[in-house]
């Protein structure tokens, strides 16, 4: 584990990990440290245990009391995308007519398919709420990363 974290940390000296590190659910300053415990977010029981903060660079997740509330916004920004690309791809592959039931079965794959998708959708969700509100910082290394000021510790969990 020690060994892998460092190998990480010297490639990233050469590169800057790709944005797309954050759909991968990685702490958004570095790109790098994970920001959930368990990798697979099908662990139902584990899906949304997140660390207080980044292993690699020290970045809060939990940035205020509620801060997750607004990731709902995220999670039904990526619902409506994939509604509307599986019914382009069901339009095209099975079609839709007005005379015939073929768009109520699009509609009830569509539900079965965005609560299957669930688990995945509420952690993306969290590291794009999270990404929007911290950027990339490329010296993380001789940066100390902000604590938040807003955190309750007595509060914290208790929602
Ligand atoms: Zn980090």
Redesign the pocket.
């Known amino acids: 584990m020690q060994n892998s974290l460092q190998m990480q940390t010297d490639t990233s000296a050469v590169r800057k990990p790709s944005v797309l590190n954050v759909l991968k659910c990685?702490?958004?300053?570095?790109?790098?440290?994970d920001m959930f415990y368990e990798k697979n977010p099908y662990r139902l029981k584990s899906t949304l245990k997140m660390r207080e903060q980044?292993?690699?660079?020290?970045?809060a997740f939990d940035l205020e009391v509620g801060f997750y509330y607004g990731s709902s916004y995220v999670s039904y920004g990526l619902s409506i995308l994939i509604s509307v690309v599986f019914l382009a791809i069901y339009a095209l592959v099975i079609g839709i007519s007005l005379n015939d039931n073929r768009f109520f079965y699009w509609l009830v794959a569509n539900a079965v398919l965005l609560i299957s998708l669930q688990p995945i959708l509420m952690r993306e969700a969290r590291s794009i709420w999270l990404a929007i509100f911290v950027p990339y910082n490329a010296d993380?290394r001789d940066v100390p990363?902000k604590k938040p000021e807003r955190i309750n510790e007595d509060q914290k969990n208790n929602w």
Request: aromatic share 6%; glycine share 12%; charged share 25%.
């Open positions: 990685k702490c958004p300053r570095c790109r790098l440290g980044c292993e690699i660079c020290g970045q993380w990363a």
